[in-house]
């Protein structure tokens, strides 16, 4: 029967009713798109039924009553082609029509989140981009419409924010690039955020301090404008209660695994820690959702022992959360997890018969354990606090390494230094206390790496966490009377221990912290006692780098102490190599000639970096190394006569620079500090010892040097000394006679002075005169040599030449890190000592930290160590 007869048919008969179902499921497809375009049907025709049921009636009537409201557009299909589904979709249908404009708003803000967050998914920043506008765009209606700003659109912004992060970390890993048109859409994202994230900067502050706070006022501020929809008519009490159990009931279970409820409770705690310990490192783990899990564990425990194990799986999960090798752990998490390590050792220390040990018997994990079960009373807990701790000490330095250090954000992450220093501190105290001899050497060299490369202020800065805390270490600084008795307390107890390398680190520590404060002989005295420099080669890469950074801090600290022979020959092997920054950890160095390193090299390369905060100035060290060149070199050039001699340099770069000078036809005024060290030179050697001195000391680089004032003295005062005697070997061949008192007013030194170093030289052979203390002048000696005497001479230099070079063959043959003269004891020291009298200039062409006449070779030239002796 057509449908059209069936319209005043009896809708109750049964037959009708199952023939309009089938007709309803067999046309409903083909109806679909024709529905829109048909017009509703009159009220007046509805009337036609009247015999259908009073439930019927009652939807008629309503349909009558809600036509009246909806706009002449709105097409409605025929209520005999409507079943119970179709009724709750008019329902819904009726809730989207009286929803406001506030409403539809939100909704499609939320929408746009929710494509953002699929592009995400894909990398599609296109898409991100274009829904990421549209955003803007909406929310600008909001703020329009003097609207607060929604909290989803916040918590959007801080993900997009996260997420743009994590992709150009991953864009600058990945080998294969995305395409030309993503990764510009990728760069758009960055700057749209950043200018957005900077515009909404006081929403976001509001939302990253309390987000519920925010989403309560938001919500209170949105109250008054909600419309209530009409109820819902209710056809059945059954189906009323069951339609709005799942509107009342709208919050989130935690499930595990197959899909079962989580408990959260105290009786429940070890079953969650193995389900967690099961799910752990597993390729679809959520992370983040195991850190809530143990977060909301870590409230319901009760006693110690379910607190000690859930903090040990939690500060691991927290580690877990961040898998890149190349990224830092987030401040945040790491913040928390230093608390939580600091809640972990107030309790052991707080509660002793529980203890935290690497090596245990085994034990069941799912009961309960109390120290009135165990044999002597002691629980001992599987873990490592040592291991936090370290993990805690390499990410804080992991972080600074990726930091821009120019920015605010570097020195707001380095004042957490003092919380982790607090946090070793206490660590330090409760192996001692437990008496745990490996662990507690490992944590006293972490404190001491953060202490013996710092100034005074500093320490006593971090030391002042200590009051704070309620156990402190044996050795503190309010204990201690100065830095330095701090320092040595600590290193006395790590050259007690049984780790060789623990024992290198704590000497190199503390010969660089005497250095630091400019206390050289103990310095230098230790380094030679302690022999590192014949098996540092040998050592790992970051004590090598300990190694190079001793070294040049003991450079500086002899130029700081006027010591200028000294500090030539400790600085000149490392500028040797032309390697500073590579050396010192402070930089890559950029391969030229050689094999380009592959990405593998160059990441472990920049790993191995040193924070900016610890960073030797380089120009600093230049200036002070070129400086002492120019001291030691401008007087040898003078006094050397023959060209073959004066090739023959002490210092090699500093003699490039000077060559590459002489050769330039204009100089002009002095702009670096290599131009000004250079021109220094060239006055100093025509005499000009008072233009020498203005050029060095406008150095602008000695402000960064401790106590500038009495390092330009000092320097002021070497170059009236070695000006005088660079004259005195430039003109001797031309006096005959020169009176000491000229000389004491021409380079303003005192007479004692004059004749002093006038005194010296000639005993040293280095000049032919002699002093008539009578008349107060110094008399030159003409001394000219036969041709057999020359040729004897050149010989002898020859011979002695061919000499040092088969004992370093020597050397390098057998392994060995001694010479000929160290193999002959004190012969080799005698024979050495006549052939520097034989050349007459043993004190100027040796170093006085060169290891006796017979040196044992450049570490440097082999790697990264320097061969230093017993100095004269």
């Known amino acids: 029967m057509s449908r059209f007869f069936r319209q005043a048919g009896d809708s109750d008969s049964d037959t009708e009713e199952s023939d309009e179902e089938l007709l309803t499921s067999g046309d409903e497809d083909a109806a679909a798109p024709k529905a829109a375009a048909k017009p509703a049907m009159s009220r007046f025709l509805r009337t036609a039924g009247s015999d259908s049921s009073s439930s019927d009636s009652e939807s008629s009537d309503d349909d009558e009553s809600e036509m009246s409201d909806e706009e002449p557009t709105q097409k409605k299909k025929s209520r005999f082609m409507r079943g119970d589904s179709d009724e709750d979709s008019e329902d819904e249908d009726v809730k989207r029509v009286v929803k406001s404009t506030k409403d539809k708003r939100l909704e499609e803000i939320e929408a746009t989140g929710k494509v953002m967050d699929n592009g995400l998914k894909i990398n599609d920043w ?72 900077k515009e909404f900067e006081k929403e976001v502050q509001q939302y990253q301090n309390d987000p519920e706070a925010f989403e309560r006022e938001f919500a209170a501020h949105a109250q008054p404008a909600d419309v209530v929809p009409k109820p819902k008519k209710q056809k059945k009490g059954a189906d009323s209660e069951s339609d709005e159990e799942p509107v009342l009931d709208d919050r989130f279970t935690t499930v595990g695994k197959g899909g079962k409820a989580m408990s959260f409770s105290a009786d429940n705690i070890f079953k969650t820690l193995k389900l967690v310990h099961e799910a752990r490192g597993k390729k679809n783990t959520d992370r983040g959702e195991q850190i809530r899990i143990l977060e909301k564990l870590l409230e319901v425990a009760v006693t110690s022992y379910q607190r000690i194990r ?66 002597d009373g002691i629980v001992r807990i599987r873990g490592s606090i040592i291991s936090f701790v370290d993990r805690l000490d390499d990410e804080f330095t992991k972080s600074l390494q990726n930091i821009d250090p120019h920015g605010t954000e570097y020195v707001d992450r380095l004042k957490d230094e003092k919380v982790l220093y607090r946090t070793i501190s206490r660590s330090q105290a409760f192996y001692e206390q437990t008496s745990q001899p490996e662990p507690l050497a490992r944590v006293i060299m972490r404190r001491l790496e953060h202490i013996y490369s710092k100034p005074d202020a500093v320490v006593s800065a971090l030391e002042s966490s200590l009051a704070s805390s309620e156990i402190t270490p044996s050795v503190t600084l309010a204990l201690s009377a100065a830095t330095s008795s701090l320092i040595h307390s600590l290193c006395v107890h790590l050259y007690k221990a049984d780790n060789s390398l623990l024992r290198t680190r704590a000497m190199l520590s503390h010969i660089y912290h005497h250095a630091l404060h400019n206390d050289f002989y103990t310095a230098r005295d230790m380094l030679l006692m302690s022999h590192l420099q014949e098996s540092i080669h040998s050592a790992d890469v970051a004590t090598q780098i300990l190694y190079n950074r001793t070294v040049v801090q003991l450079g500086l600290c002899a130029f700081r102490c006027g010591l200028i022979k000294e500090a030539q020959s400790t600085l000149q092997d490392i500028f040797t190599t032309q390697r500073v920054k590579e050396l010192l950890a402070q930089g890559v160095h950029q391969q030229r000639f050689q094999q380009q390193l592959t990405p593998e090299q160059e990441k472990a390369e ?26 030691v070199e401008v007087p040898l050039l003078a006094s050397i006569e023959s060209e073959e001699q004066k090739r023959k340099a002490i210092s090699k770069p500093f003699r490039r620079l000077l060559d590459f000078a002489d050769r330039q036809v204009f100089t002009g005024p002095p702009e670096s500090t290599r131009d000004h060290i250079m021109q220094a030179s060239k006055a100093l050697q025509d005499g000009e010892w008072e233009k020498c001195r203005d050029l060095i000391q406008s150095i602008k680089i000695w402000s960064l040097m401790p106590e500038v004032a009495s390092v330009k003295e000092m320097l002021a005062k070497r170059i009236q000394e070695q000006g005088l005697r660079t004259y005195l070997f430039t003109y001797a061949p031309y006096y005959s006679t020169l009176s000491l008192s000229l000389l004491s007013r021409t380079f303003s030194l005192p007479l004692r002075s004059v004749t002093s170093m006038i005194s010296k030289m000639i005993w040293n052979e280095e000049l032919s005169a002699s002093l008539d203390q009578s008349t107060g002048v110094v008399v030159f000696h003409r001394i000219e040599h036969s041709r057999p005497q020359q040729l004897a001479q050149v010989i002898a230099d020859k011979v002695s030449a061919l000499l040092e070079q088969n004992e370093k ?18 012969k080799g020291e005698k024979r050495g000592e006549q052939t520097q009298e034989r050349r007459g200039r043993g004190d100027r062409t040796r170093g006085s930290l060169r290891g006796g006449p017979r040196g044992r070779g450049s570490r440097f030239a082999q790697g990264l160590g320097n061969q230093m002796t017993r100095a004269r």
Request: net charge negative.
């Open 310 to 375: 859930i903090l040990l799986a939690l500060v691991s999960s927290r580690f877990d959360y961040n898998s890149s090798i190349t990224s830092y752990m987030p401040t945040d998490l790491w913040l928390s997890a230093q608390h939580e390590v600091d809640q972990l050792i107030s309790i052991v220390v707080a509660d002793s018969s529980y203890a935290v040990q690497e090596d245990t018997e085994d034990y069941d994990e799912l009961v309960e354990r109390h120290p009135a079960t165990e044999s």
């Open 126 to 197: 296109v898409a991100i981009s274009n829904e990421f506008d549209k955003l803007l765009r909406l929310v600008q209606r909001q703020s329009n419409a003097a609207e607060p700003l929604p909290p989803f659109f916040v918590k959007t912004l801080l993900s997009l924010e996260n997420s743009l992060n994590a992709a150009l970390v991953k864009e600058k890993e990945a080998k294969k690039k995305m395409n030309a048109t993503n990764a510009r859409a990728l760069n758009s994202m960055k700057q749209k955020v950043r200018k957005t994230a």
């Open 606 to 631: 920049r790993s191995r970096q040193l924070p900016f905060h610890m960073h030797i100035n380089t120009e600093l060290l230049e200036a002070a190394f070129l400086v002492s060149s120019m001291l």
């Open 809 to 826: 063959v020597l050397d390098i043959k057998l392994g060995g890190s001694g010479g000929w003269g160290d193999r002959s004891g004190d």
